[in-house]
């Protein structure tokens, strides 16, 4: 009995009635085909089973058309949204994407790199905020692999950042907090080693400072952004001699921790206090009082992220080091306009 004959991109290329160029193109470059004879080509290679060498292509153009995600905790809330736009935008150019949790651990995110090394990889997407452990930037004959901070700047860096307005975002949200009445407004969140942290702490000062409020150093507090940490934050405020009768957190998970210390305390919200927090994730609108906040564009920071790095594999140099994308303001239920003393 003679061996079954392998499907041949002829034989693609005769079902799908298109020429053998364009079975190529609809395979190794998707985003250059029609949708339509893009699905006619993947109907063919599933009726046809024609495989494509894709090891002997890679070995050929040293490129694995594969992206390396880095990110500390594929738990955070922000991450998946950005993951489906990161997907979506690889997908629609032909590529994947590898995802490493590096759990904020040195020797795990020096691991990685053996993807880059290997050509298992071609670039890097970078959640963690710094550069991984063993590159470094700005130095004389470095040769760093094309790289993209999202969400967390790397500072002191030439890496290019893709993520929200973080100081007009904290700025719009302590405007809203002004305008129904507060003056005396607790920031909690101060994090001199984030970026992220650091940027929305300056768009909170300068509001206040906009509206002839000084900023009191008593209604700064520091938290990790976790909902301990909020939590921990709130109760430490109420060893002070003066409250303040609202606060600004620096992101959702460190709000839903002052509200349940307030709430543990009796306190009537929003009556008695108004929470507002950043990013707007999933629970944001569930907790109670349901949680006033500012809505990252997380899908499309995550398309626009990977729409420039591979910009930068395809050889183009960044147009800009940063993108910055805006915020929108929530309006829920837990912000209300200030009581008369």
Same mark, same amino acid.
């Given at each position: 009995? =003679?061996?079954?004959?392998?499907?041949?991109?002829?034989?693609?290329? $005769?079902?799908?009635? #298109? %020429?053998?160029?364009?079975?190529?193109?609809?395979?190794n470059e998707p985003g250059k085909v029609a949708? &339509?004879?893009?699905?006619? #080509?993947?109907?063919?290679?599933?009726?046809?089973?024609?495989?494509?060498?894709?090891?002997? @292509?890679?070995? !050929?153009?040293?490129?694995?058309?594969?992206?390396?995600? $880095?990110?500390?905790? #594929?738990?955070d809330p922000n991450f998946s949204n950005i993951?489906?736009?990161?997907?979506? +935008?690889?997908?629609?150019?032909?590529?994947?994407?590898?995802?490493?949790?590096?759990?904020?651990?040195?020797? @795990?995110?020096?691991?990685?790199? !053996?993807?880059?090394?290997?050509?298992?990889?071609?670039?890097?997407?970078?959640?963690?905020?710094? $550069?991984?452990?063993?590159?470094?930037? /700005?130095?004389?004959?470095? *040769?760093?692999?094309?790289?993209?901070?999202?969400? +967390?700047?790397?500072? /002191?860096?030439?890496?290019?950042?893709?993520?929200?307005?973080?100081?007009?975002?904290? !700025?719009?949200?302590?405007?809203?907090?002004? %305008?129904?009445?507060?003056?005396?407004?607790?920031?909690?969140?101060?994090?001199?080693?984030?970026?992220?942290?650091?940027? @929305?702490? !300056?768009?909170?000062?300068?509001?206040?400072?906009?509206?002839?409020?000084?900023?009191?150093?008593?209604?700064?507090?520091?938290?990790?952004?976790?909902?301990? %940490?909020?939590?921990?934050?709130?109760?430490?405020?109420?060893?002070?001699? @003066?409250?303040?009768?609202?606060?600004?957190?620096?992101?959702?998970?460190?709000?839903?921790? #002052?509200?349940?210390?307030?709430?543990?305390?009796?306190?009537?919200?929003?009556?008695?206090?108004?929470?507002?927090?950043?990013?707007?994730?999933?629970?944001?609108?569930?907790?109670?009082?349901?949680?006033?906040?500012?809505?990252?564009?997380?899908?499309?920071?995550?398309?626009? &992220?990977?729409?420039?790095?591979?910009?930068?594999?395809?050889?183009?140099?960044?147009?800009?080091? +940063?993108? $910055?994308? *805006?915020? +929108?303001?929530?309006?829920?239920? =837990?912000v209300s306009l200030r009581r008369p003393a």
């Amino acid at each position: 009995m =003679s061996a079954v004959k392998p499907a041949t991109i002829e034989d693609v290329a $005769l079902i799908a009635g #298109v %020429s053998i160029a364009t079975v190529s193109r609809a395979l190794n470059e998707p985003g250059k085909v029609a949708d &339509s004879t893009r699905r006619k #080509v993947i109907e063919a290679v599933a009726q046809t089973g024609y495989t494509t060498n894709a090891m002997a @292509r890679n070995l !050929r153009t040293r490129r694995s058309h594969m992206i390396l995600i $880095l990110a500390p905790d #594929v738990g955070d809330p922000n991450f998946s949204n950005i993951l489906v736009g990161l997907e979506t +935008e690889a997908s629609k150019r032909g590529y994947g994407v590898l995802i490493g949790n590096t759990q904020n651990d040195p020797v @795990r995110e020096t691991d990685y790199l !053996r993807f880059i090394a290997s050509n298992q990889a071609d670039g890097i997407i970078l959640f963690t905020g710094h $550069l991984p452990f063993g590159l470094i930037d /700005n130095q004389p004959g470095a *040769r760093l692999p094309p790289m993209v901070a999202i969400n +967390e700047p790397i500072p /002191n860096s030439s890496i290019p950042f893709v993520g929200v307005d973080n100081i007009e975002g904290a !700025r719009v949200a302590t405007d809203h907090l002004i %305008s129904q009445g507060h003056r005396e407004i607790a920031f909690i969140g101060q994090s001199p080693g984030r970026a992220v942290a650091q940027l @929305r702490e !300056r768009g909170f000062r300068t509001a206040l400072t906009a509206a002839g409020i000084s900023a009191q150093t008593s209604f700064i507090l520091e938290a990790d952004g976790t909902t301990e %940490s909020g939590r921990a934050a709130a109760e430490r405020m109420f060893v002070r001699d @003066r409250l303040p009768t609202a606060f600004f957190c620096v992101n959702d998970a460190t709000a839903l921790g #002052v509200l349940i210390a307030l709430t543990a305390r009796g306190y009537d919200l929003p009556q008695d206090f108004s929470v507002m927090g950043f990013d707007d994730i999933s629970f944001a609108s569930f907790v109670t009082p349901s949680l006033t906040t500012m809505k990252q564009p997380r899908l499309k920071i995550g398309e626009a &992220s990977m729409d420039l790095l591979l910009e930068m594999l395809e050889g183009e140099r960044p147009t800009s080091r +940063e993108i $910055l994308l *805006r915020s +929108e303001l929530i309006l829920r239920n =837990s912000v209300s306009l200030r009581r008369p003393a």
